[in-house]
Antibody, heavy 119, light 106 residues
Framework: EVQLVESGGGLVQPGRSMKLSCAASGFTFNNYDMAWVCQAPKKGLEWVATISYDGSSTYYRDSVKGRFTISRDNAKSSLYLQMNSLKSEDTATYYC????????????WGQGTLVTVSS | IQLTQSPSLLSASVGDRVTLSCKGSQNINNYLAWYQQKLGEAPKLLIYNTNSLQTGIPSRFSGSGSGTQYSLKINSLQSEDVSIYFCQQNYDSPLTFGSGTKLEIK
């Protein structure tokens, strides 16, 4: 059974940093591209970033470029999101998601971790 | 690419056939998926590439469309189908989602 378990969320002040983690199991982690997708409270979904199966390529939405870094450790079957210079508009639940094969559909999602940026 | 979903709220009875719509701000060449999100849960992929059913999803769900206009149909609505449904395009970066249709049971 595919499982994705996020951790690392919480309350953080504007301008500070936070690192999210996602532990994957139930599939061959290094075969799949992975992503972070966020959802602001009572809002819709927003793709944040994607990393290729081997970590060689990364892609970001414009609003987080230069502030967020997606990375992975295939030996640990783990995905990360380093978030720097956080803003109030970054407040959201962050989901770890596995791409469907080599496509940009999201076949499996974790339960999410809430990040609240507030002073 | 912006995706506009309609209606934003849909109320229907158990057993009804319902249709949810998603319109792109430009042609997305069938690179369209649908997700179901139940209250307090993560989204679940239902349909991808406009009309391909994800493994394990009941056959009462189906997708269609082309160009800028797409739809999700649910045949014989069940009480467990109460959810918010999002569409997503994969034609161009950034990947974008619609704002969702909330489906309720009358």
């Amino acid at each position: 059974e595919v499982q994705l378990v996020e951790s690392g969320g919480g309350l953080v002040q504007p301008g500070r940093s936070m690192k999210l983690s996602c532990a994957a199991s139930g599939f061959t982690f290094n075969n799949y591209d992975m992503a972070w997708v966020c959802q602001a409270p009572k809002k819709g979904l927003e793709w944040v970033a994607t990393i290729s199966y081997d970590g060689s390529s990364t892609y970001y939405r414009d609003s987080v470029k230069g502030r967020f870094t997606i990375s992975r450790d295939n030996a640990k079957s783990s995905l990360y999101l380093q978030m720097n210079s956080l803003k109030s508009e970054d407040t959201a639940t962050y989901y770890c998601a596995r791409h469907r094969g080599s496509s940009n559909w999201f076949a499996y999602w974790g339960q999410g971790t809430l990040v609240t940026v507030s002073s | 690419i912006q995706l506009t979903q309609s209606p934003s709220l849909l109320s229907a009875s158990v057993g009804d056939r319902v249709t949810l719509s998603c319109k792109g701000s430009q042609n997305i060449n069938n690179y369209l998926a649908w997700y179901q999100q139940k209250l307090g849960e993560a989204p679940k992929l239902l349909i991808y590439n406009t009309n391909s059913l994800q493994t394990g999803i009941p056959s009462r769900f189906s997708g269609s469309g082309s160009g800028t206009q797409y739809s999700l149909k649910i045949n014989s609505l069940q009480s467990e189908d109460v959810s918010i449904y999002f569409c997503q395009q994969n034609y161009d970066s950034p990947l974008t989602f619609g704002s969702g249709t909330k489906l309720e049971i009358k």
